[in-house]
């Protein structure tokens, strides 16, 4: 059973992916990191030695500290961020019992850093990075589903530039942002694969609500409803979204809390009926 400064794998597990997911900070040392160089879902790494220069940014934050075994790094770690007013708990089991539980682990190699995370690549010990990617005008499905994923799953810092189709690459090159869901680019669409599929396939992602919410955004994406008949509804609703927002970015934001719910309701709620009366 968890100490009152843990939280167990279970526990954790029911947070991660969804709005009130804590922040996650690795703290394994080099060596352990490089025996798995895969972190927990939107975690970032960071030295345990500097532990106390994320106090400021994350005071009255809720936080989670993992290591190689949930023993002395997080533990201390956390104690550390503790008497810093930080909201922070220790993952008991760390890294090896999120692993052996068969939860979602992310490619950290596969993480296109706009400026890359590493022991040598720091401001006084604490790491600025964040992940910058570009994309086309007016997102529809794929334009919206893909931040969302990047941000609950990958890195919750993660930036999103939307311009026209013909100044993606352009801007990619000159600004060192990430391009993706465009032709002939790396993070798009493959075969009759979308952009969203691409993602869980590279960053190593396969819960089963991940890939059933998968299908719902490629039956919407390529107009194939006969994969699930919540690609109808994916559609609709992203299309009004498009209708009441201008402004992509705004559009985005509300489109978070869209894919919340379809995430929530393929892990939680997929068998729950209703009607009227009840």
């Given at each position: 059973m968890a100490s009152p400064v843990q939280i167990s794998v279970a526990q954790l597990n029911?947070?991660?992916?969804?709005?009130?997911?804590?922040i996650l900070i690795d703290v394994r040392i080099d060596e352990d990191f490089t025996d798995d160089p895969r972190i927990l879902p939107a975690a970032i790494r960071h030295p345990h030695q500097t532990i106390d220069t994320l106090i400021p940014e994350y005071r009255e934050k809720s936080v989670v500290v993992y290591c190689q075994k949930g023993l002395k790094l997080s533990s201390g770690a956390a104690a550390?961020?503790?008497?810093?007013?930080?909201?922070?708990e220790s993952l008991e089991?760390?890294?090896?019992?999120?692993?052996?539980?068969?939860?979602?682990?992310?490619?950290?190699?596969?993480i296109p850093w706009a400026t890359p995370q590493s022991t040598s690549d720091t401001n006084n010990g604490h790491y600025t990075a964040s992940s910058l990617w570009v994309t086309r005008l007016r997102p529809k499905i794929d334009r919206i589903a893909c931040p969302w994923l990047i941000r609950r799953f990958i890195d919750r810092n993660a930036r999103f530039l939307y311009v026209a189709s013909a100044d993606v690459k352009p801007v990619a090159e000159k600004f060192n942002a990430t391009p993706f869901d465009i032709e002939d680019t790396f993070w798009s669409h493959r075969g009759d694969q979308c952009t969203f599929d691409t993602m869980l396939h590279e960053f190593g992602l396969t819960s089963p609500a991940l890939k059933q919410l998968a299908t719902i955004v490629r039956g919407a994406d390529t107009d194939n409803h006969s994969l699930a008949p919540e690609s109808s509804g994916l559609l609709a609703a992203s299309l009004g979204l498009s209708r009441m927002y201008s402004d992509d970015l705004q559009q985005l934001d509300a489109g978070m809390l869209l894919y919340d719910a379809f995430y929530r309701w393929a892990r939680d709620a997929t068998t729950e009926k209703h009607n009227w009366p009840s």
């Open positions: 029911r947070l991660v992916g969804t709005p009130g997911s804590p550390i961020l503790r008497a810093g007013g930080v909201n922070a089991g760390g890294h090896f019992a999120w692993r052996d539980a068969d939860n979602d682990l992310t490619n950290y190699s596969k």
